[in-house]
């Protein structure tokens, strides 16, 4: 074994607060993380940049890796494997002045070549809402795509994600986990500043069940050609180890929910509700 | 037992090293605040003249509104029984998004609240108007409890927070930051409330009003408590001087969206408080 292949296993054992702390050490941050420099990457030889074609808005925990993975497969699509899909560019500016250098300096964050669309998936927009109107001020004909799942699922997949990433369970990081699942309240945001058409919102249960069928209809949102993946069988990892809850907290939580839910069906009537269950047995 | 007080580091400690590794830190010494899943939630020994029960009242919010400076002035009522044994936010019910909350733990909290006869006893966990779990919960426990929610100025808010924060050296991105803003949506946080608890039982006061009219505000707020109104607390006109030591003004154009993201929230919390004074949040005052 090579002294990098070393290096790197023994990385890898390292708990994940402790390997962030080494790479921050050597001045290394991800996109999400303070300290990131938003400095567009390097133009390669004919790369054009602009707004984005498409951004997709969440959610944590709802396959958005792999529903970008498919995307970015198409011919059609420009998408550098050395820029992250997560841009996370709006993350940092709420009380930070929002002008057209910060508008140029998101549209760097797009090479492509022409007759190529581009775009970026950052989870996290959906539930920060400030988000909506900076972005629309960035990409105002933009194409938002989002993936719902069952609030309760995401939840207790979202909490466990972010305590095996080494977060201290308090209750903001319990407060965090449950918020996300208030989709249409959310949604509602983006639909003050972006019109409905330019919205395409997915079921993760539906990806699952007809991935074929679902990545047809992002293509043809996209406007893009008809095209089938190599990949698109591979199986999928969203759900890693979830948080065991017991029924009737369970309960508890989709009756949270439900008011949200309900809301949402109203705003997204070809949303498949009998793929929720949890929600409607609250209901009944 | 909770021992008020032992959960905090020495302040210096935040000069040099970032909170993550602080937080680490307190937790390898023992040390857990009450809001963190390993707090020791044990009641604490009843006194032979003290019985216990759910609480008289709940203060719910507003963090950066003051709601310490007003709990103290509460609980220097002598009708209002204060142990210094336990925090003054319980956050008790902070816990119960994952875990199963039954007549056991009903009856847990209601042992949190030990007070001698012919006294009323209460919590203020400036969290909880923003935790959607708790207020059901709540109303299972405590159905009776007053509830008390001091808002202030969501922009100057979130101004503060984020000062304190960089003085604390917290993160100020993502999550950190979506919390920060959130905590300002007093609207929908008492849209909240009020599925769980009727209006006659909340008192919405503003922090602005309580420094400019401490004794008036807190002679209404005894009154909402049932107690004897003409107390006056000796520390009452005192200077208070809440949240971090310099907090940089925000350019107009932030300040605009900002105003732009909160003004339909503050309408809605209008609607549900008509008698709020928009005057006291110039932003906000409609021309």
């Known amino acids: 074994m090579s002294a990098p292949r070393i290096a790197r296993a023994a990385f890898r054992r390292l708990s994940p607060r402790t390997r962030s702390a080494v790479l921050h050490r050597f001045g290394i941050f991800a996109p999400w993380e303070e300290g990131f420099d938003f400095t567009p990457p390097d133009l390669r030889p004919g790369e054009i940049i602009g707004p984005p074609d498409f951004v997709g808005i969440g959610v944590q925990k709802g396959g958005t890796s792999w529903w970008y993975e498919l995307i970015a497969s198409h011919p059609g699509v420009s998408a550098r494997a050395d820029i992250h899909k997560e841009r996370h560019y709006f993350s940092h500016l709420v009380t930070q002045p929002f002008g057209e250098a910060e508008v140029n300096q998101y549209h760097g964050w797009f090479p492509r070549l022409p007759g190529t669309i581009v775009g970026e998936w950052t989870p996290d927009y959906l539930a920060h809402p400030w988000v909506p109107e900076l972005l629309h001020r960035a990409a105002p004909d933009t194409r938002l795509l989002i993936i719902l799942r069952d609030p309760v699922e995401r939840f207790r997949s979202g909490l466990s994600f972010r305590l095996s990433l080494g977060t201290i369970e308090d209750e903001g990081t319990v407060a965090d986990a449950v918020r996300q699942g208030f989709y249409a309240r959310f949604l509602r945001r983006y639909l003050d500043h972006f019109s409905y058409d330019q919205l395409l919102v997915l079921q993760y249960e539906q990806c699952v069940l007809d991935p074929a069928g679902q990545l047809a209809a992002t293509y043809e949102f996209l406007g893009l050609d008809a095209h089938q993946p190599d990949a698109l069988r591979t199986g999928v990892n969203v759900s890693g180890a979830k948080r065991p809850i017991d029924p009737d907290t369970g309960r508890r939580l989709a009756a949270l929910y439900a008011p949200d839910v309900e809301d949402l069906y109203s705003l997204f009537p070809h949303l498949d509700r009998s793929l929720w269950p949890s929600i409607d047995v609250v209901g009944e | ?287």
């Open chain 2, 1 to 287: 037992m909770m021992a008020n007080g032992l959960h905090r580091l020495p302040y210096p400690v935040h000069r040099w090293l970032p909170e993550e590794q602080r937080v680490d830190l307190r937790h390898w010494l023992g040390r857990y605040r009450p809001w963190e899943a390993g707090f020791d939630l044990t009641p604490p020994a009843v006194a032979p003249d003290e019985t216990t029960g759910p609480p008289d009242y709940v203060g719910i919010g507003v963090t950066l509104g003051g709601a310490t400076w007003w709990h103290g002035l509460v609980t220097d009522h002598p009708g209002v029984s204060v142990r210094s044994d336990l925090p003054g936010a319980r956050h008790y019910l902070s816990r119960f998004a994952t875990e199963p909350f039954g007549p056991e733990q009903v009856d847990a909290y209601h042992h949190l609240f030990p007070r001698p006869l012919g006294t009323i006893a209460g919590e203020w966990s400036p969290s909880y108007s923003t935790l959607p779990w708790v207020l059901p919960l709540l109303a299972r426990a405590a159905p009776g409890a007053r509830l008390i929610m001091i808002v202030r100025d969501p922009v100057e808010r979130l101004r503060l927070a984020m000062a304190l924060g960089r003085e604390r050296r917290r993160s100020q991105v993502g999550t950190a930051l979506a919390d920060a803003v959130e905590r300002g949506f007093y609207g929908a946080q008492l849209r909240q409330v009020l599925v769980a608890f009727p209006r006659s039982q909340v008192l919405v006061l503003q922090y602005e009003t309580c420094l400019d009219d401490p004794a008036g505000q807190l002679a209404t707020t005894y009154r909402f408590l049932g107690l004897d109104d003409t107390h006056r607390p000796v520390g009452l006109h005192r200077a208070f001087r809440p949240g971090p030591v310099t907090a940089p003004t925000l350019e107009l154009e932030a300040r605009e969206r900002l105003v732009d993201l909160y003004a339909s929230d503050v309408a809605e919390l209008v609607s549900m408080v008509p008698d709020l004074d928009l005057h006291r949040w110039p932003h906000f005052t409609p021309d």
